[in-house]
């Protein structure tokens, strides 16, 4: 899991050079989050033996099948309106339950970062947890307004009119 989270860091490279029509921030939040936590799953026990690993692993995988196939197919122009909706909607479960999964991760290993892991003299690890877990605070109505924002721009608002898949920027 560690190995595919560090290649979509790729993908922050991608909205860099403008491969893609993707903002550099919440990208680069999206993806470094993600890699952090598959990090700290490697590292803590506490996290690996808790039922929140799973829970976040499960919430990415799902939401990535969608996009992925979603992004294969709409190189084609051959996006079908159901997988559109599913890209733009599936979220609205998933993203909260996939927070939760990554806050409980994080909270998890908080036993291993007070015994000493990736502690230093100057800081104890636990403490720069506690400080992450807080600003999932502001962080998640930031995420979930923009996948909302996006939903809103590819689905319309309350219209039932199809809207074309968003064309990804070729070179």
């Known amino acids: 899991m560690t190995f595919f989270q560090g290649a979509a860091l790729l993908e922050v490279v991608h909205a860099l050079l403008r491969l893609v029509n993707s903002p550099v921030l919440t990208t680069f939040i999206q993806v470094g989050t993600r890699f952090f936590l598959c990090v700290v799953a490697a590292y803590s026990t506490s996290a690996q033996t808790s ?30 309106y159901f997988l559109l909706w599913i ?28 015994k000493g892991l990736w502690s230093s003299d100057l800081v104890g690890f636990d403490k720069v947890a506690w400080v992450l877990l807080v600003l999932y605070l502001p962080g998640l109505p ?19 009119t199809q809207r074309q898949p968003p064309k990804i920027k070729k070179k």
């Open 51 to 80: 039922v929140f690993v799973p829970i976040m692993a499960a919430s990415w995988a799902f939401t990535e099948i969608f996009r992925y196939s979603f992004y294969i197919l709409n190189t084609f122009n051959s996006v079908p």
């Open 87 to 114: 890209r733009y909607s599936l979220f609205i479960v998933l993203y909260p339950l996939g927070v939760t999964g990554e806050m409980g991760t994080l909270y998890s290993a908080i036993p291993d970062f007070a």
């Open 142 to 160: 930031f995420m979930y307004s923009y996948m909302l924002k996006q939903r809103r721009k590819n689905l319309g608002g309350s219209s039932n």
